[in-house]
Every structure is written in C-alpha cells, then in structure tokens.
C-alpha cells in the first residue's frame, strides 16, 4: 500500500498526506487486523539485500569500534564511548525537519532528510520523482522502482553511498523484533553516522506518533534521526509539522521522542529502512 494521509476531518473532507478514514481495527488484536487488510505486495528481498543485512547484523556483533570497517567508515565517528564492544547510550544526528509539501510527500520529505543529514540536497520534487510517489503517496514495496522494488531504499542508494539502505520488514511488535530495531539503530546512528527511516501503520486501537489524531488509520513515513538508552528511546522527525496542506499538523511537533517498542508497534506491518 502507498502512504498519502487521507483524513476525514468532521465538517470538511480533506486529502492530507497520508491516512485514510478511520475503519474498524479490533482492539484485541491489531497485528491480525493488519494482516487481513494489507494491501502491499511485500516483495521478497533480492539477493543482494539479503546479503547486506547479513553483512550489517555480522557487524552489529562486532566490537562497535570495528564495526563500520564493511562500510569504510571511520571508527572515530562514534566517539571514546564506543570503545570496549558497545556504542554510547545515547546518539543523534542533525535535527533538519522539513514539512512535507503536499499531503503526500511524506516519503519524499523523510528522503530529503535523510539525504540531508548524509551531506546530499535532494529537494522534495526530484525525491517525488525518483521513489515514483503518486498522489496515493509513496510505497513500502512494488514501487516501480529498481533494482529493488523498494522506493526508500533504492532511492537512498542511489544517492549517497556512506550506507547501504535495506528495507526491514516488522509484521508485530515482539521483544525480538524491538531488540533487532533496537540494534539496528545504534548501529546505523552511532556507527555509520547515518538516519533510519520508518513507515508507520497507525490503526485506531494502536499507538500513534506524537500529535496524530488517534480516530485515524494513518500511514506515513518519517526520519529516525536518533535514540536515548542504548536504543530504548527513539528520536524522530515529522514532516507533517508545518505541512499546510494538513489539517491537524498545528498538534504535531517537528521533533518527538517515543519508546521504541512503540515505535515498532507503529511500524508493524510495513517497517523500516536502515
């Protein structure tokens, strides 16, 4: 499914960026819920995706200080305090929020974020074009895009090459899946110096990102550009702050934090790119 929030508001129907109206998700069980009404193809990876990630997690296991050697990335970017197998406890990278210019330019916006924290100016229209983003918004996967079918992650390599982006499917929050988020994020914040990008899923009964409406089945992507307590506390942009085209952005901070098992929770379903 493609991420352009449609929100019915109560007197006006608007089209902003990347939700639809709210449906009827079952309070008992939200992952089941998902699961019966998704509509992406999730394509299987390729070849070359599955072997980065094997690359990426082996290095995770390594000594942080050696780490980003696969990447060739200066072990001083994580500081003393990754010395002795372990990186700091708490890490960021520039606060560059941007609101998105259309109601669905989400995925375009949290590119142009991530590219700009990497040292690349990629403006909001020409990441539209690359990820292939229509008015329904930008895809988890089937996007057209190449070599891939991933669109967030293909137009990030393409880009940059500090990291190479791979998409990370969550179908539910369990405590394996917040520990390999968790994980992944240290090891892509403190090591490589490099954003996550997330693609929320947000249902009715389930948790949502800070300042949006809880009566809306949301999906939105959005720049993971930090953590506190060794990954325990997530640090993220949100490109609906300031979007004009929204009608709820005024509620929305530019910068929020949240546990990170909510974060995968709000994630479930689709995922992250890291």
């Not at 019915?8 to 699961?35: C, E, H, M, Y």
């Not at 560059?96 to 259309?102: F, L, M, V």
């Not at 539910?172 to 917040?178: I, L």
């Not at 403190?190 to 929320?200: E, F, H, N, T, Y």
Request: hydrophobic share 35%; proline share 5%; aromatic share 8%.
């Amino acid at each position: 499914m493609r991420h352009a929030i449609l929100s019915v508001a109560l007197t006006t129907a608007l089209v902003i960026l990347f939700a639809v109206s709210a449906g009827t998700a079952r309070a008992d069980d939200d992952t089941a819920w998902k699961a019966a009404h998704d509509t992406d193809p999730h394509l299987p990876l390729t070849q070359d995706q599955l072997e980065m990630i094997a690359a990426k997690r082996a290095a995770e296991a390594e000594p942080a200080a050696e780490a980003t050697t696969w990447m060739s990335i200066q072990s001083s970017t994580c500081g003393t305090a990754c010395g002795g197998g372990g990186y700091p406890s708490s890490a960021s990278l520039i606060a560059n929020q941007t609101p998105q210019a259309t109601s669905y330019y989400c995925g375009p916006a949290a590119v142009h974020e991530a590219l700009g924290a990497l040292g690349v100016s990629l403006s909001q229209s020409a990441a539209a074009a690359a990820l292939h983003t229509t008015t329904s918004g930008t895809a988890w996967s089937g996007g057209g895009t190449s070599p891939s079918g991933y669109p967030v992650p293909d137009v990030m390599n393409r880009y940059q090459s500090r990291n190479y982006y791979v998409p990370q499917p969550v179908s539910s929050a369990t405590s394996g899946t917040v520990n390999t988020y968790e994980n992944d994020l240290e090891a892509d914040i403190s090591g490589v110096r490099a954003p996550l990008i997330g693609d929320a899923w947000e249902t009715t009964t389930g948790y949502h990102l800070t300042g949006h409406p809880r009566d809306h089945t949301i999906f939105h992507w959005f720049e993971i550009r930090g953590y506190y307590g060794s990954g325990g506390t997530t640090l993220y942009e949100d490109s609906v702050h300031g979007a004009t085209s929204i009608g709820w952005s005024g509620g929305v901070p530019a910068y929020s934090n949240l546990p990170s098992s909510q974060i995968v929770s709000i994630i479930g379903g689709r995922g992250y790119v890291w």
